[in-house]
């Protein structure tokens, strides 16, 4: 399947790139734009809200051009913005953030779609879309340490300008893969519906929004822990930035894992547990993770919780991924375009409420947050039934 695959898994991998380099140089990309840390690192929160607008306005639009054309448009975008953010100024800068967020709003949903379209059972194309996401994941753990050798020769400029190069490569590969292909829903059949009616197609799928409140709410919950993960170790083990480098691996590599292998398994032709119960099953660890971490007594125990939470999420983060490719069918796009904003949207809420939780009771506080978060989770995915 990877082989099959693999064009899909490397725009994934780029997808990541210029954002990694944003986040590794901050320091000298302010001083270049003579800003703050704080200020510049800021603009990054434009990404997101570009990419929740974005995804939710081009959703409908995703399954009305060829997968190929849609992927090669969000690369020619992401290459445009990553030649801009190589400029430095805070303006190119504040454009870079904001386009990178239109441009993976758009890319990962199609290139997700893409690889499911691959496949006629419905569950190797699942298990194709999760294959997507566990690489992203992947990539998310790996993308510093490769960036960090040739940043030695040329910089941030040069990470950026040869991102830039190899997005607007790919673009250009995948526009000429992408001629004359039909979009999905002309080669499904399906009879072409209005903008505002895809929502209402999407809204009639079984389980459709259950599951997409549940990723937005498993996304608030973990990467609101993730924010204030580094705070918590150095507060509670005193551990230094160096070495809880190793703890940000240990739960990249988890949440790699855990959604490689979930999905791998969900995608087998006798699962013992369907894909239904198992996201029951991963919201479950999850919630019992959350309310274990902050209040674990020994660095060991912590430890094992980091990467029970991390698998935990992952299973779920395939759950959902794999239900809603099996069951959208011609509409997969649209599906994983809304998800990936509703994602992005949870990505803001996961921090705000954290802020709030911990403003207000400490890490205790942070616990009860995110752990009111996960069982609202639990509660929704009650409502998602064997279709």
Same mark, same amino acid.
């Given at each position: 399947?990877?082989?099959? &695959?693999?064009?899909?898994?490397?725009?994934?991998?780029?997808?990541?790139?210029?954002?990694?380099?944003?986040?590794?140089?901050?320091?000298?990309?302010?001083?270049? @734009?003579?800003?703050?840390?704080?200020?510049?690192?800021?603009?990054?929160?434009?990404?997101?809200?570009?990419?929740?607008?974005?995804?939710?306005?081009?959703?409908?639009?995703?399954?009305?051009?060829?997968?190929?054309?849609?992927?090669?448009?969000?690369?020619?975008?992401?290459?445009?913005?990553?030649?801009?953010?190589?400029?430095?100024?805070?303006?190119?800068?504040?454009?870079?953030?904001? &386009?990178?967020?239109?441009?993976?709003?758009?890319?990962?949903?199609?290139?997700?779609?893409?690889?499911?379209?691959?496949?006629?059972?419905?569950?190797?194309?699942?298990? @194709?879309?999760?294959?997507?996401?566990?690489?992203?994941?992947?990539?998310?753990?790996?993308?510093?340490?490769?960036?960090?050798?040739?940043?030695?020769?040329?910089?941030?400029?040069?990470?950026?300008?040869?991102?830039?190069?190899?997005?607007?490569?790919?673009?250009?590969?995948?526009?000429?893969?992408?001629?004359?292909?039909?979009?999905?829903?002309?080669?499904?059949?399906?009879?072409?519906?209005?903008? /505002?009616?895809?929502?209402?197609?999407?809204?009639?799928?079984?389980?459709?929004?259950?599951? &997409?409140?549940?990723?937005?709410?498993?996304?608030?919950?973990?990467?609101?822990?993730?924010?204030?993960?580094?705070?918590?170790?150095?507060?509670?083990?005193?551990? @230094?930035?160096?070495?809880?480098? /190793?703890?940000?691996?240990?739960?990249?590599?988890?949440?790699?894992?855990?959604?490689?292998?979930?999905?791998?398994?969900?995608?087998?032709?006798?699962?013992?547990?369907?894909?239904?119960?198992?996201?029951?099953?991963?919201?479950?660890?999850?919630?019992?993770?959350?309310?274990?971490?902050?209040?674990?007594?020994?660095?060991?125990?912590?430890?094992?919780?980091?990467?029970?939470?991390?698998?935990?999420?992952?299973?779920?983060?395939?759950?959902?991924?794999?239900?809603?490719?099996?069951?959208?069918?011609?509409?997969?796009?649209?599906?994983?375009?809304?998800?990936?904003?509703?994602?992005?949207?949870?990505?803001?809420?996961?921090?705000?409420?954290?802020?709030?939780?911990?403003? &207000?009771?400490?890490?205790?506080?942070?616990?009860?947050?995110?752990?009111?978060?996960? /069982?609202?989770?639990?509660?929704?995915?009650?409502?998602?039934?064997?279709?």
């Amino acid at each position: 399947m990877a082989k099959r &695959l693999w064009p899909f898994l490397l725009a994934s991998t780029v997808s990541l790139i210029p954002f990694t380099v944003f986040g590794m140089y901050l320091v000298p990309i302010a001083a270049a @734009a003579d800003g703050s840390v704080a200020e510049i690192g800021g603009l990054r929160g434009l990404g997101g809200l570009a990419a929740l607008i974005v995804g939710f306005a081009l959703a409908p639009l995703v399954d009305r051009l060829a997968r190929e054309l849609v992927a090669a448009g969000g690369l020619a975008l992401l290459g445009l913005s990553a030649a801009l953010g190589a400029v430095g100024n805070i303006f190119a800068l504040a454009a870079f953030c904001l &386009l990178i967020g239109a441009s993976t709003s758009i890319l990962g949903p199609s290139i997700g779609a893409a690889a499911a379209d691959r496949f006629n059972s419905a569950a190797a194309a699942g298990r @194709a879309a999760t294959l997507v996401s566990a690489t992203t994941s992947m990539m998310a753990m790996l993308a510093a340490p490769v960036l960090a050798l040739p940043g030695l020769f040329w910089g941030w400029r040069g990470n950026l300008l040869a991102a830039s190069a190899i997005s607007l490569a790919l673009s250009a590969a995948f526009f000429w893969r992408g001629r004359g292909r039909k979009a999905p829903l002309q080669a499904g059949g399906t009879k072409r519906i209005s903008y /505002l009616a895809t929502y209402k197609a999407l809204a009639k799928i079984p389980g459709a929004l259950p599951l &997409l409140a549940v990723a937005m709410l498993r996304t608030a919950a973990f990467m609101g822990y993730l924010a204030y993960l580094a705070a918590f170790y150095d507060e509670k083990f005193d551990l @230094a930035p160096g070495w809880f480098a /190793l703890v940000w691996s240990l739960s990249g590599a988890s949440f790699f894992l855990g959604n490689l292998f979930a999905g791998r398994y969900l995608a087998s032709d006798h699962p013992w547990i369907s894909s239904e119960r198992m996201l029951l099953l991963g919201l479950g660890v999850a919630l019992l993770s959350v309310a274990g971490f902050y209040f674990a007594p020994s660095l060991p125990l912590t430890l094992l919780l980091t990467a029970l939470m991390g698998v935990a999420h992952a299973t779920v983060a395939a759950c959902v991924t794999t239900l809603l490719v099996r069951r959208s069918g011609d509409l997969r796009g649209s599906a994983l375009s809304v998800n990936a904003a509703g994602m992005s949207l949870g990505t803001f809420l996961g921090a705000a409420i954290g802020g709030a939780g911990l403003g &207000l009771g400490g890490y205790p506080g942070l616990a009860l947050m995110f752990g009111a978060i996960t /069982l609202i989770g639990v509660l929704l995915a009650l409502r998602v039934r064997p279709a």
